[in-house]
């Protein structure tokens, strides 16, 4: 049999990542679950929630006063539909029940309620004689900076679809302009995504695109190497898919949630490779402070010295944010998020006047910015010493996450409140950073995996039966955390027991209800509905479209092909591919052996077989748009030797199931 009649047909599933998984949706679908199950707080919630009156200075409306300096003008209705007709962002459908002048209903945090009371402040604002932003059309702000000519834009929002809106309303309100260049202030799609929605014919050749050093390789490669478990967790912690009212989705903490269209990468033109480096562009003069390793492996600050204004990127916004983010990533490291905003104080502290960042309101006043740097800056290196402290003294994660409490100067200070990260996780990534998973007590060294656990606690409980009725009990008493604890062991012994999902649904519910955290509250209530209802087949967001998909280097196709190869399936095989590159004038050698693959541009020559093409026909392949087999019959890639070995590599291939069971075993 010739190699054309065997080789495996190469679609994009079956060689990288650029597909939508089996169970989605290739779309930009936004899909709202319904709340037909949805239980009212309970009065340990109600006490729970009322307490926060009682802690927290409500009477403080200073965050209420910057979110609102500046206004110029507001769209009426802010819904963003993709080309197919489909809603991708609206906040419409938080304004009617998030209002100014609205209590906090009994099923939400009063401190959360606020700050989605604030993320509603939305349109057109001056930030200073220069500097505007439009807020709330994505999770992101939108930052315009007015040169001689045209505009520098800042952080282009996630969706290409809300971009484009924001864009033409600035417009349509100040005029049209030409757009001179684009800052990607860090890594993280919602910064970069939308950045093809500012160029709708398609033109921007002439434009400046400016990032952090690294700034590709971290932005492709966080959606590739664990993209697709990363995105599934996103799923619980963004909470898009939640139903908008007062017992869904109420603010993501950095706003009010994530927009859903397509996420697009112009990949930059400059990278800044050192701290003081000084760009001008169309009479704009910046100073650059490169911070990695903080909020993201790449990413950098912004100093106007002729206006004394200091864009922040996400490195200090209006809460804590996250040593470890809830969808999952590499652990931050907090020490180093202290002393680069230490160094940003003592860069800028004596003159800044106006401060301003990626999310948020800004802060003005150079009396107010730098306690409040202060303040950031504190949090960070708070839950950094005090959690290596405890740790040294013994406790581990869990424990140091109860004992932790901040001083009343940070505990009381809005700007760094949990909104997003919070006490009780960042000091847990704190201790799984320098200390990892294992705790130091042998019983954590080799204890049973969930299912298997939970199948011996039900057992020792007294059966099913027994554990539902204690379980029960402890919900109607309000131990809502112990709930989850006991009930996951039911649901995790016997999937089918709609009962006990059900009830483990109802105190995840409670506990969405009580979380002050906007992520926090996506996890229980999403949660909650995949218990009652099941896992979604659709929704959310896609982050690994055809322009991040371009911008992959061969190491990173080829690690993550690693990362798919089933052991099971190569183990005891033995072979070879060469891959030459006819546009980058690179050869890379594959080799699998001893159920690994390995890659490398040491190439033997000796490999069995020879693939020879371009890396824009490896794209094409990977985008769908041709597959192997044709691409060998029209002659884009050239084989020489077995191309059976070719076929059984990509038999050995996992595809990754989008839609796996996180709730459930």
Avoid at 325 to 338: E, F, N, S, Y
Wanted: glycine residues 8%; charged residues 20%; hydrophobic residues 35%.
């Amino acid at each position: 049999m010739s190699f054309k009649q065997t080789l495996l047909v190469s679609t994009l599933c079956g060689l990288a990542i650029a597909c939508s998984p089996e169970g989605t949706s290739s779309d930009t679908d936004q899909t709202i679950i319904t709340t037909a199950d949805s239980k009212p707080a309970t009065e340990y919630t109600q006490q729970v929630n009322q307490s926060y009156y009682d802690q927290l200075p409500f009477d403080d409306v200073r965050d209420f006063e910057n979110a609102q300096r500046g206004f110029m003008a507001s769209e009426e209705s802010v819904h963003v539909e993709n080309a197919d007709g489909q809603a991708v962002w609206s906040l419409n459908e938080y304004s009617t029940y998030i209002t100014q002048d609205t209590a906090a209903p009994d099923t939400v945090n009063p401190s959360l309620w606020r700050n989605a009371q604030l993320g509603m402040l939305h349109g057109l604002f001056q930030v200073d004689d220069n500097i505007y932003q439009i807020r709330g059309y994505d999770l992101t702000n939108i930052t315009f900076v007015k040169g001689d000519t045209g505009w520098i834009v800042f952080d282009p929002l996630l969706s290409e679809e809300t971009a484009t809106r924001a864009f033409e309303f600035l417009t349509a309100q100040l005029g049209e302009y030409p757009i001179k260049a684009v800052v990607y202030s860090h890594s993280h799609a919602d910064h970069y995504g939308g950045v093809r929605g500012l160029f709708k014919d398609g033109s921007y050749d002439d434009v400046a695109i400016i990032a952090p050093e690294h700034f590709a390789d971290h932005a492709v490669s966080e959606n590739v190497i664990a993209g697709n478990a990363m995105g599934r967790r996103a799923i619980l912690m963004y909470g898009a898919m939640l139903p908008r009212n007062e017992r869904g989705g109420i603010n993501g903490g950095l706003g009010m949630t994530v927009s859903t269209g397509n996420v697009g990468l112009i990949e930059p033109t400059q990278e800044i490779i050192e701290s003081g480096e000084v760009v001008t562009i169309d009479g704009v003069e910046m100073v650059f402070q490169l911070t990695p390793g903080t909020e993201a492996p790449a990413e950098m600050n912004t100093y106007f010295p002729q206006w004394k204004a200091l864009w922040m990127a996400e490195n200090a916004t209006n809460t804590l944010h996250n040593v470890l983010t809830l969808r999952g990533a590499l652990v931050r490291d907090p020490l180093i998020w202290a002393r680069y905003l230490n160094e940003t104080i003592a860069l800028w502290g004596d003159e800044v006047e106006v401060k301003f960042q990626s999310h948020h309101w800004p802060v003005w006043g150079n009396e107010e910015i730098v306690p409040y740097l202060e303040k950031q800056r504190d949090i960070y290196k708070f839950i950094h010493d005090q959690s290596v402290r405890l740790m040294n003294h013994g406790f581990t994660g869990e424990e140091i996450s109860e004992m932790l409490r901040l001083p009343e100067e940070l505990e009381n200070n809005w700007a760094t409140r949990g909104y997003y990260g919070t006490l009780r996780h960042n000091s847990r990534a704190v201790y799984q950073r320098y200390m990892g998973w294992y705790t130091g007590n042998p019983s954590d060294l080799n204890n049973y995996p969930p299912a298997e656990a939970a199948q011996r606690y039900i057992a020792f409980m007294g059966g099913e039966q027994a554990t539902m009725e204690k379980t029960l009990q402890s919900f109607n008493a309000g131990d809502y955390r112990w709930v989850a604890e006991v009930g996951k062991h039911l649901v995790f012994n016997n999937p089918d027991n709609q009962d006990a999902k059900n009830l483990l649904a109802d105190a995840y519910e409670q506990l969405g209800y009580q979380a002050e955290s906007g992520p926090w509250r996506s996890v229980y209530l999403q949660g909650a509905f995949e218990l009652r209802n099941g896992v979604p087949t659709s929704g959310g967001t896609k982050t690994d479209g055809p322009d991040v998909i371009r911008a992959m280097t061969p190491e990173m196709v080829f690690d993550y092909l690693a990362i798919r190869l089933n052991y099971e399936k190569a183990e005891g095989a033995d072979f070879s591919i060469q891959v030459d590159f006819t546009d980058l004038g690179e050869s890379h050698e594959l080799v699998v052996k001893n159920a690994v693959l390995n890659h490398s541009q040491h190439v033997t020559g000796n490999s069995d077989v020879k693939l020879k093409m371009s890396m824009a026909t490896l794209n094409r392949i990977q985008l769908g748009e041709t597959t192997l087999r044709d691409a060998v019959n029209d002659g884009s890639v050239e084989l020489e030797g077995d191309g059976a070995i070719v076929e059984n590599f990509f038999a050995m291939l996992d595809e990754f199931s989008f839609w796996f069971n996180i709730v459930t075993p």
